[in-house]
């Protein structure tokens, strides 16, 4: 299943996901730092929604309260929720 989540309180505004037979796959940002991203993404896929929000929850980035990795669990949260 796709989903996508408009960020909040980062500089990536988008990001988008699929989950197939329960793991995270194809995880994008829309904006923000190319190569944070790209790695974030590579740690997060072929985990479940629920470990990787686990692990990414709570993250800052600097003096901001969220992170782009708090915003993936913060999506993946939503995903978890809305099924």
Do not use: W
């Not at 909040?8 to 996901?17: D, R, V």
């Not at 686990?54 to 800052?60: D, F, Q, T, V, Y």
């Amino acid at each position: 299943m796709h989903y996508s989540f408009n960020t909040k309180g980062i500089c990536a505004t988008k990001l988008e996901f699929d989950v197939e037979d329960g793991v995270v796959k194809n995880v994008s940002f829309i904006g923000g730092c190319d190569g944070n991203h790209k790695g974030l993404a590579a740690l997060a896929e072929g985990m479940t929604p629920d470990e990787a929000s686990k692990r990414l929850k709570g993250i800052s980035c600097g003096m901001r309260k969220s992170s782009c990795p708090d915003q993936l669990a913060e999506a993946l949260e939503e995903f978890i929720n809305n099924q």
